[in-house]
């Protein structure tokens, strides 16, 4: 807005030079060509972008090639499409959702629903928690000394050291 630039009508030319790289006016030619009360077709258009150049340009038909096999052959190498690479981020693992389709997600409240036990099938326990499962006594035991019980009855029964 607060540039100024200088429009020559006659010559077709506008201090910002988009009108000679372009072949048409800018928003500067055309504001001036619009003060001037002059209408933009005619001499202030390039007769490229004209309707009867596009029309001239068109008129034979371009006919469509048999397939592949009709085709004749070359002995150039083949263009391959590019490599695929990773974009970085996370991955999408759902699809996008349509605006018009349902948002938001549906859940069931467990709230009024008691646990049923796997095993015996009764209703307030887990399988974790179940009485009629007979379970070893617990030992206070860590795993790296259960790991070294299991080397040491390896290594007695004739197994191979490390």
């Known amino acids: 807005m607060d540039d100024l630039y200088i429009v020559d009508v006659i010559k077709k030319e506008c201090g910002c030079r988009l009108w000679k790289l372009n072949g048409y006016g800018y928003v500067h ?14 001499p202030y258009v390039d007769p490229l972008y004209l309707g009867a150049f596009f029309h001239n340009s068109y008129k034979q038909s371009i006919n469509g090639m048999n397939g592949i096999t ?15 690479r990773r974009m970085p981020g996370r991955p999408t693992m759902k699809r996008i959702r349509d605006s018009s389709e349902m ?13 049923s036990c796997g095993i015996c099938k009764q209703k307030g326990h887990n399988k974790t928690t179940c009485t ?16 070294m019980q299991t080397q040491e009855s390896v290594n007695m029964q004739g197994g191979v050291e490390r």
């Open 70 to 84: 009709m085709w004749p052959f070359t002995y150039y190498i083949p263009p391959f499409p590019p490599l695929k």
């Open 103 to 115: 948002s938001g997600k549906h859940m069931v409240s467990k709230a009024w629903k008691k646990a």
């Open 132 to 147: 009629q499962v007979p379970r070893p006594p617990k030992t206070n035991v860590t795993k790296k000394q259960k790991v």
């Open 29 to 42: 030619s055309i504001d001036t060509l619009a003060y001037l009360n002059v209408t933009l077709d005619g």
